[in-house]
């Protein structure tokens, strides 16, 4: 017997158990497994919901969840039947409505999937950037930094602590060594900008007053009694001011790619709707 035939035997005896007595089926449709009032659920209809390889257990707690779902769902259809009038249960122009947006929508998405050009250089990064320079605003303060979480009694501990503020290159490749082999964290955004508000999140204690703490201060040194957390920042910019354009990247390339996508339907209306008015295929029939 292949595995579809298990399951569905296996559908067909359970339900022979649990329900025996309990539906007058109508035969024609097949064997139901569950009823609400005058409607049926049946074993054809619940064929493709289990996966291949599924065991016979999962087969059972799959099954009763679906029909458990299914008679959830007739019995609030049933109640909505009772207590909406005539009006409210003509949804035909809904329905039509909802799917004419839809067919609407899976053309353009294919429309643009096929013709969009999603590369950006970066000089329309820099172009739209320049522009646009005065919509780009920070709204909270970003950093350079470099993070470290250690124990505090690793013994390159102390020895990492005297480098992790040092900007020479020899220091930085010696700490490079340490922290990445003895480290609980350590990561080195020096040539990239993240929200401060992500360094914070990484500390044992909140800072009393962390964007006044930035403006004065160029690390953080902090224990929870088994580790140390040591931050330097290499780079600051602050709440109000302009945004650099390495920070902003992603979000103008994807500014720039939804106007792609905007002017290709622009585009797509347009001709369709000069087309078939060439062709005479719409009148409007008012003044």
Not at 158 to 176: A, G, P, Q, V, W
Request: with cysteine.
């Amino acid at each position: 017997m292949n595995n579809t035939s298990f399951k569905l035997s296996l559908i067909a005896m359970l339900f022979i158990f649990l329900y025996s007595g309990c539906i007058n089926p109508k035969k024609e449709n097949g064997e139901p497994i569950a009823r609400v009032y005058d409607k049926y659920l049946y074993i054809s209809e619940v064929e493709d919901i289990f996966p291949e390889n599924i065991s016979p257990e999962d087969s059972i707690q799959l099954l009763m969840a679906y029909t458990d779902r299914w008679v959830k769902k007739q019995l609030l259809l049933n109640r909505a039947e009772k207590n909406l009038s005539e009006g409210q249960k003509n949804v035909s122009t809904q329905i039509e409505d909802y799917r004419s947006s839809l067919l609407i929508f899976k053309y353009e998405q294919e429309y643009i999937r096929q013709r969009l050009d999603t590369i950006v250089s970066d000089e329309e990064v820099e172009l739209f950037y320049n522009e646009n320079a005065s919509n780009f605003i920070l709204n909270e303060s970003i950093v350079k930094a470099l993070f470290i979480k250690i124990r505090l009694d690793d013994s390159y501990y102390e020895k990492i602590k005297s480098l992790y503020k040092s900007n020479k290159e020899e220091d930085i490749k010696t700490l490079d060594n340490l922290a990445y082999q003895v480290a609980i964290k350590y990561d080195f955004f020096n040539d990239k900008w993240i929200p401060f508000s992500r360094i914070l999140r990484e500390l044992p204690e909140p800072l009393s007053n962390p964007e006044r703490y930035l403006l004065y201060n160029k690390n953080i040194e902090m224990d929870d009694g088994t580790h140390a957390y040591l931050i330097s920042f290499r780079e600051t910019m602050h709440l109000g001011q302009q945004a650099p354009i390495g920070f902003e990247k992603k979000n103008i390339q994807s500014i720039i790619i939804n106007k792609r996508k905007q002017r290709l339907i622009t585009n797509l209306e347009s001709k369709i709707y000069t087309d078939a008015k060439n062709h005479n295929h719409f009148n409007i029939l008012v003044n």
